[in-house]
């Protein structure tokens, strides 16, 4: 079954630099969600979106963007980095709010 | 406002042993709970999900999970423990707008 596709899987950037994360959602998911999970943390919401509009807001910096596209990927953009923006981004998506399927994560590393 | 708290950080329990993690939750609705597994270097895994049908809950790889309302708890459990299970547990509420809450997350590590 198809699963969340998050690319990258990896990423390394310097402070300051900006980076662009990438979600494609389960096909017939029009809800998408993002997580930040610090290491060693629990995960955190940082937004979602249905039916590409922003749903919900959680613990996103300002520095930080996201919108959902027409094939509902998702698309989370990180500007100004911060030493403390390294963690592991997680996207999720369901089905109008149902059950949350996540995907791989990408592991942002800031220097 | 939901919340999620999880008993003990870490968790050993020999292999074939019983497998218990412990969940209690705050909810101001009937609330819909999940428990969520973390390999290592690896993304969340859906194990199971209560979603107010049945209260005893089973899940992938031996999992299940039972809902008491009584007690707000949604505590994980296996009958034999393997070397496999060895990972991060999350137990989660969904909360009024839909977002998910996890609790701290529990470290399971089985010993030989």
């Known amino acids: 079954a198809a699963g969340v596709i998050q690319s990258p899987r990896h990423l390394i950037k310097e402070k300051r630099e900006t980076a662009t994360l990438k979600c494609y959602p389960i096909?017939?998911?029009?809800?998408v969600y993002w997580y930040q999970q610090g290491p060693g943390q629990d995960p955190q919401f940082l937004i979602s979106f249905y039916e590409k509009m922003q749903s919900d807001k959680g613990s996103i910096p300002d520095r930080f963007s996201a919108q959902q596209f027409s094939d509902y990927h998702s698309e989370l953009n990180m500007s100004s980095l911060e030493l403390g923006d390294s963690a592991l981004y997680f996207c999720?998506?369901?089905?109008?709010?149902?059950?949350?399927?996540f995907g791989p994560g990408t592991r942002l590393l800031v220097l | 406002a939901q919340s999620v708290t999880q008993l003990g950080s870490h968790v050993s329990v020999s292999e074939g042993a019983l497998v218990l993690l412990r969940c209690n939750y705050s909810s101001s609705v009937p609330p819909y709970l999940f428990w969520y597994v973390q390999y290592p270097n690896q993304g969340l895994q859906l194990l199971l999900k209560?979603?107010?049908?049945?209260?005893l809950v089973k899940g992938i790889n031996g999992f299940e999970a039972e809902f008491k309302k009584s007690e707000t708890s949604f505590h994980l459990t296996k009958p034999s423990a393997h070397m496999s299970d060895a990972a991060e547990y999350f137990c989660a509420v969904t909360s009024e707008d839909d977002k998910i809450i996890f609790g701290k997350g529990t470290r399971l590590h089985i010993l030989p």
């Open positions: 209560y979603t107010s049908a049945a209260t």
């Open positions: 999720a998506s369901s089905p109008s709010f149902s059950t949350q399927y």
């Open positions: 096909p017939r998911h029009d809800t």
